[in-house]
């Protein structure tokens, strides 16, 4: 506090401006061997960089969370933690996606800051000290929005954004563009705390927090190194989450479904009625039963697998279980900021 105290006396007054943050970096990692030394480098970088030019507190650090690697990808991280004072790692207990691997390190990082980014250095890092100058403006979230998807393939491109259309249209608040790379102050972060779903989709909830947002837009660059961890069948996983985590519209769809199912079979039984009494041409047909009844049974399947989708994300949630495990923690922070618990302790 007092250097920051020092800070706050050297810095030139500017009205309505916060002070220099202490700012943590929140990098999910799993199985990130090939590309955490490079993402170490890069980031150790741009910290002492921020820290000089008095952007961010000279305690701001590095959080590594392992999502239960199964290669040398921990093994890196303590060593990084062992070699640089601002870097620090979190290990889970065994994985449990990114998702709740990227709430860990929200939820255990200090800092009046948190900006959660990939480790595969695909967000663009020179976005970071212009989602600090939003939030000392006044911003409480700075979302990193993407500002063009020319180096995509048409396929991902084409998907991507139509799926953002459609969360748009199911009524589902979501940043266009927008991933999970995003600036979240401490006030942000304890409002976040509160929603204990066991389901989780970030980029869904916390445009539900109301607090003052910006964006920053960036170009997302290839990955640096290694495979992607998010394959097309994650990806239809985590879009089909997003939609039944935040909207009941296809239950009301299926409802829609029924009726217009039901009116069109009232409308071939007046058809077929009709043909018989006043025609004579009726013949006993294969396909006008057959057909009927396949379109009809795999209507009644659908319906029911996601009303079962529902009834499953209320049995999971009744559970209440943790999201996820902490095994260990490293790094100079945590050490600093179990002396300063026990500390405070001591004169309690």
Not at 83 to 94: D, E, N
Not at 209 to 221: D, N, Q
Not at 227 to 247: R, V
């Amino acid at each position: 506090m007092e250097l920051l105290d020092q800070w706050h006396l050297d810095l030139p007054a500017t009205e309505g401006l916060r002070p220099p943050p202490v700012v943590s970096l929140v990098l999910p990692c799993y199985n990130e061997q090939e590309v955490l030394p490079e993402t170490t480098t890069r980031l150790v970088a741009l910290m002492a960089r921020l820290k000089a030019d008095r952007v961010v507190s000279s305690d701001s650090a590095i959080f590594f969370v392992d999502d239960g690697s199964r290669d040398r990808t921990w093994e890196l991280i303590t060593r990084y933690t062992e070699k640089y004072t601002q870097v620090c790692g979190i290990k889970l207990s065994r994985n449990r996606g990114h998702q709740n691997a990227l709430l860990c390190g929200l939820m255990t990082a200090p800092g009046d800051v948190l900006i959660s980014l990939d480790a595969d250095l695909q967000d663009d890092l020179e976005a970071i000290p212009r989602m600090i100058e939003a939030y000392r403006q006044g911003s409480e979230i700075v979302y990193g929005v993407r500002s063009k998807r020319e180096k995509d393939s048409f396929f991902k491109r084409f998907t991507a954004e139509g799926y953002y259309k459609l969360l748009a249209a199911l009524g589902v608040q979501v940043v266009f563009n927008h991933a999970d790379f995003r600036l979240m102050s401490r006030r942000a972060i304890e409002s976040l705390r509160r929603y204990d779903e066991t389901h989780l989709f970030l980029r869904g909830m916390v445009p539900l927090l109301g607090l003052k947002t910006s964006t920053v837009e960036f170009e997302r660059a290839q990955r640096f190194a290694g495979e992607s961890k998010y394959p097309l069948t994650k990806m239809l996983a985590l879009a089909w989450q997003g939609i039944t985590s935040f909207t009941a519209y296809p239950l009301r769809l299926i409802t829609g479904v029924g009726v217009l199912i039901s009116m069109g079979s009232l409308a071939m039984a007046f058809w077929a009625l009709g043909v018989k009494m006043f025609s004579g041409q009726a013949l006993p047909g294969w396909a006008s039963t057959v057909i009927p009844m396949y379109f009809l049974g795999g209507v009644q399947l659908l319906s029911l697998g996601v009303i079962g989708e529902y009834v499953a994300k209320i049995y999971e949630s009744s559970k209440r279980r943790p999201r996820f495990h902490v095994e260990t923690l490293c790094g100079h922070q945590f050490i600093k900021q179990a002396k300063q618990s026990s500390h405070e302790t001591a004169l309690s």
